[in-house]
């Protein structure tokens, strides 16, 4: 007579909503479940045929399902708010609950009790743990708090003639946005972007559907940028022209020299390099897009740093 296999079953726990997996040993057999009600804690059985065809049930696998937590917040006071001010949210409270808060889809490091303090503008949540580690989610809560004024530049704020430079803050529909050069307001400077053509000190003041306003940092313009160039050595009479250019500029140079020339962006990368052996002219920038440019000449052990621009088409 062939013995019976032994067949176990493990005891296992999990969450209400979520999968459990059950484990026995040998592996495969068939699982049955004694009490089938989904949702609530129950017991399964597993039963297994060996090779001999000999069957033996195990006894029976408890399988406990713990419920979620409620999670849900409120806020104590209007969800909108100006500069300065806030709005506290809070949990409901059970024994033994965790917390976590939640801006949009991020984490709130260090925000793990069961009220949190919103300054600014965002989607707010908390992830609510009880005691058998099972966690859910509260609904979100809105709040709006001051408008976002952060400036963007566009161009360089040192403007030659007939430049200018852009200002741009992010664009909201509902907002209301006024410029100021200096402590004045710009007459007619009423949308979220401005082109400053004269030197001085630009802000804008954004006010929101609630009424809640704020006034940016200072951007600083000014003028000093300047389009004479001298000759390098009035032995060499060295040219350069046009300054500014369209298409390209030319170097008037003595053809009896050798000369290395390079061309920077203001933030000094070097964009072009170029050796020049007797050559009384030599054109440069086609490639360029329009902006400003260093063009350092090197020649004899003699060293020149010159501005030059390139105008838009």
């Excluded at 020049?276 to 440019?293: D, I, K, P, R, T």
Aim: overall charge positive; glycine content about 10%.
């Amino acid at each position: 007579m062939n013995p019976l296999p032994t067949v176990t079953a493990n005891n296992v726990s999990g969450c209400a909503g979520t999968s459990i997996s059950l484990s026995g040993t040998p592996a495969g057999g068939i699982w049955s479940v004694a009490n089938p009600y989904i949702g609530s804690s129950t017991t399964y059985t597993h039963t297994y045929t060996d090779g001999n065809g000999c069957t033996n049930t195990s006894t029976n696998a408890n399988i406990t399902v713990n419920p979620l937590p409620t999670a849900s917040i409120i806020a104590n006071g209007p969800l909108n708010f100006c500069t300065g001010g806030s709005v506290l949210l809070t949990a409901n409270i059970g024994t033994g609950f965790g917390y976590q808060w939640k801006k949009g889809g991020t984490i709130i490091f260090g925000a793990t009790s069961s009220a949190y303090t919103a300054t600014a503008t965002g989607t707010f949540k908390v992830i609510v743990t009880n005691q058998n580690g099972c966690t859910k989610t509260s609904n979100a809560l809105s709040a709006t708090g001051p408008p976002a004024v952060s400036i963007t530049t566009t161009g360089l704020p040192d403007l030659c003639p007939g430049d200018s430079v852009k200002f741009e803050v992010a664009f909201v529909s509902s907002n209301i946005y006024q410029w100021r050069k200096g402590v004045n307001n710009i007459s007619g400077a009423t949308s979220n972007s401005y082109y400053a053509k004269t030197a001085g000190n630009y802000k804008v003041n954004v006010t929101n559907s609630f009424g809640c306003s704020k006034l940016s940092g200072k951007k600083t313009v000014t003028t000093n940028c300047r389009f004479e160039v001298a000759a390098l050595e009035s032995s060499e009479k060295i040219k350069i022209y046009p300054n500014p250019f369209v298409d390209n500029f030319n170097l008037s140079l003595n053809k009896n020299n050798s000369y290395e020339i390079m061309i920077y962006d203001l933030s000094g990368k070097k964009i072009e390099n170029h050796i020049v052996v007797n050559a009384e002219n030599f054109a440069l920038g086609e490639n360029l897009e329009a902006g400003f440019y260093l063009c350092e000449i090197i020649y004899e052990n003699k060293r020149e740093l010159l501005k030059i621009v390139k105008a838009a088409q």
